[in-house]
C-alpha cells in the first residue's frame, strides 16, 4: 500500500511538472508572439522580398522611423499610440514574473537600487559597441550584404525629437527585457542551460533585425552573445537597457547631421 502511495505522488509529481513545462511554453510562444517573434517573422519574410528584387541589397534602404500621416497632429498621434502599444508585452511580462517580495523584478534581472551604477555601465557599454557596430555596418554595405538603414526618416516637428527619444527608450526596454530578462528566466525554468540560453537569445535578436541585411544579422548576432554573456555573469539587465537607448538615441537623433555630412556614408542611395 505504501509503495503504491509513493508511485501515485511520483506519478502526481510527474504530471505537475509536464504541465508546468507545457504551460511555459505557451506562455513563451504567446509572448514572443505579441512582440519580438513576430517581429523576427516578418523580418525574414521581409529580406526574403529584398532577395528576390533585381536591386541588391546595397541598393536598397530599411527605413526604421517613417512618417505615419500626411497631417502632422495625426502623425504625433500615431507615432504616441505605436510605442505605447508596443510595451503593452513589457507590462505582461512584468505581470508574468512580479515578485511578492524585493527586488519585484529581480527575475528580470531589474533592481533600482544602483542607479548610477546601472548607468555608468550602461554608457560604458554602448561607448563599447557604438564604434564596432559602426565598423560592423559599413563593412556589410561595402561587400553588399546590408541595406543603407535609415534610422529616422520623420518631417520635422516641434515633436520630432522627443518622439525620437521616446522610440529609443521603448527599442531599448521591449528589446532587453523581452530578449534577455524575460527569455533567460523562462528558458531556466525550462531546464536550459547558460550557453543554449545566451545562442537562443542572440539569434532573436539576430533574426528581428535581419531585415536590415545580413551584415545586421551577423552584427546583433555578436552583440546578443555579449549581453548574453555579460547578463549570466551580473544578473542586472538596466546596464543593457540604457545602453541601448544611448545607442538608438544617438543614431535616431544624429542621422539627419551624419547622412548630410557624410552622404556617401549615411545618405540614401543615388
Do not use: C
Amino acid at each position: 500500500m505504501k509503495e503504491r502511495s509513493r508511485h501515485g505522488i511520483r506519478a502526481f509529481e510527474a504530471d505537475t511538472t509536464a504541465s508546468s513545462r507545457r504551460r511555459i511554453w505557451a506562455e513563451l510562444l504567446i509572448v514572443l508572439g505579441l512582440s519580438l517573434g513576430a517581429s523576427a517573422v516578418y523580418a525574414v519574410v521581409s529580406i526574403a522580398y529584398r532577395l528576390t528584387l533585381p536591386t541588391p541589397l546595397s541598393g536598397q534602404t530599411a527605413t526604421i522611423n517613417r512618417s505615419l500621416s500626411d497631417r502632422e497632429v495625426f502623425d504625433l498621434i500615431y507615432q504616441v499610440l505605436g510605442i505605447v502599444f508596443d510595451l503593452v508585452p513589457v507590462a505582461l511580462v512584468v505581470l508574468l514574473l512580479w515578485s511578492s517580495t524585493r527586488p519585484r523584478l529581480g527575475r528580470l534581472g531589474i533592481d533600482p537600487r544602483h542607479p548610477m551604477r546601472d548607468s555608468i555601465s550602461g554608457a560604458g557599454l554602448a561607448l563599447a559597441i557604438g564604434v564596432p557596430g559602426l565598423f560592423v555596418y559599413l563593412g556589410g554595405k561595402a561587400l553588399g550584404l546590408t541595406t543603407t538603414v535609415v534610422p529616422t526618416a520623420l518631417d520635422q516637428h516641434w515633436w520630432t525629437v522627443p518622439v525620437l527619444v521616446l522610440a529609443a527608450v521603448k527599442a531599448g526596454v521591449v528589446e532587453e527585457v523581452i530578449a534577455i530578462g524575460y527569455l533567460f528566466a523562462r528558458l531556466r525554468d525550462l531546464g536550459w542551460g547558460s550557453w543554449a540560453i545566451v545562442f537562443t537569445s542572440a539569434t532573436l535578436r539576430a533574426t528581428y533585425h535581419v531585415y536590415q541585411g545580413f551584415g545586421a544579422f551577423i552584427g546583433n548576432f555578436a552583440m546578443g552573445l555579449l549581453f548574453g554573456w555579460l547578463y549570466q555573469r551580473t544578473g542586472r539587465l538596466l546596464p543593457f537597457v540604457i545602453a541601448h537607448v544611448l545607442l538608438d538615441a544617438a543614431i535616431f537623433i544624429g542621422y539627419p547631421w551624419a547622412a548630410a555630412t557624410f552622404p556617401d556614408l549615411f545618405g540614401l542611395p543615388s
